[in-house]
């Protein structure tokens, strides 16, 4: 997009941090502003690419937003409430949904799960909330990702592509194989192998990495990682997730000290990468 838009889209973003009312951001009348449209949708289309649902109520990071997806020819729909956010996602089908957690109907969260109940579309969450347990209660919720503003565009647009990518390969015919780099793992013979070479792993390991790849790119906290390994009755014994990993990446990973596939989410859980 060019060091000078990329510039002008970070200038947007902390605008937008450091108005705190609308009133204010009118008296700006800045450029971008000026066209007021009426609560609820705006609908801006690009030509090409995948459809992105954008809900979030605060004007100059909506326009951010829509500048940085449509630049990267997405195309774009725009909800201000969580009501009608629900509504443009049972009418209008999206491949991905960006959300912001403060809505000024409803909360976020409460959306995220009405959204679950119907589809496993990628939902990444941008939110000024910074806290650890918010992060942890959005993704438990069912949202692939979380960033926290200000975010940077890069950043933004990576989890994007691989949450897409996540998306795209849940909908393609099961073979029973799941791979990724190097890791390729049979699921018919229930067999691990990385770089051709045999790997053996306990039961757990397996199923703690049978998790991780079919979310492969997703973040996935210590609760979900233990209720998909242990079973149901386990949610506050992190210390299994972090010895069964430990494991994992002692017997897969090239260098152990700088994990390529399982990366940790500080206090939150755990994300098996996808290369770029």
């Known amino acids: 997009m060019g060091?000078?838009?990329?510039?002008f889209l970070r200038i947007t973003c902390i605008l937008a941090f450091a108005l705190s009312t609308r009133k204010r951001l009118h008296h700006l009348r800045l450029p971008w502003l000026t066209n007021r449209r009426p609560a609820g949708v705006i609908t801006m289309m690009a030509t090409s690419g995948a459809l992105i649902?954008?809900?979030?109520?605060?004007?100059?990071?909506?326009?951010?937003?829509?500048?940085?997806?449509?630049?990267?020819?997405?195309?774009?729909?725009?909800?201000?409430?969580?009501a009608e956010g629900l509504r443009?996602?049972?009418?209008?089908?999206p491949d991905a949904i960006i959300l912001d957690l403060g809505l000024p109907d409803r909360d976020g969260l409460a959306l995220i799960k009405d959204i679950r109940q119907?589809?496993?579309?990628?939902?990444?969450?941008?939110?000024?909330?910074?806290?650890?347990?918010?992060?942890?209660?959005?993704?438990?919720?069912?949202?692939?990702?979380?960033?926290?503003?200000?975010?940077?565009?890069?950043?933004?647009?990576a989890r994007l592509?691989?949450?897409?990518?996540?998306?795209?390969?849940?909908?393609?015919?099961?073979?029973?194989?799941?791979?990724?780099?190097?890791?390729?793992?049979?699921?018919?013979?229930?067999t691990v192998t990385v770089a051709g070479k045999n790997v053996h792993l306990t039961p757990h390991e397996y199923r703690l990495l049978l998790v991780l790849l079919r979310?492969?790119?997703?973040?996935?906290?210590?609760?979900?990682?233990l209720k998909e390994t242990w079973g149901t009755g386990y949610g506050f014994e992190t210390h299994y997730v972090r010895v069964?990993?430990?494991?994992l990446r002692r017997k897969l990973e090239p260098d152990q000290s700088?994990?390529?596939?399982?990366?940790?989410?500080?206090?939150?859980?755990?994300?098996?990468?996808?290369?770029e």
């Open 88 to 93: 443009l996602f049972g009418q209008d089908s």
């Open 53 to 82: 649902l954008v809900i979030e109520d605060d004007p100059p990071i909506r326009r951010f937003l829509h500048l940085t997806l449509e630049g990267q020819n997405y195309r774009v729909l725009e909800a201000t409430t969580a």
């Open 244 to 247: 069964c990993v430990n494991q």
């Open 215 to 225: 979310n492969a790119g997703k973040v996935l906290t210590h609760r979900q990682l």
């Open 258 to 275: 700088q994990p390529k596939y399982i990366h940790t989410e500080t206090g939150i859980g755990y994300r098996f990468n996808i290369e």
């Open 118 to 157: 119907l589809s496993q579309l990628p939902v990444i969450v941008v939110s000024a909330r910074g806290q650890e347990r918010e992060k942890i209660d959005a993704l438990d919720a069912g949202a692939d990702d979380y960033l926290t503003k200000p975010f940077g565009v890069g950043e933004l647009l």
């Open 161 to 190: 592509r691989v949450a897409l990518r996540r998306s795209a390969d849940i909908h393609r015919p099961d073979r029973g194989v799941l791979e990724v780099g190097d890791i390729n793992m049979n699921l018919d013979t229930r």
């Open 3 to 7: 060091v000078v838009t990329s510039a």
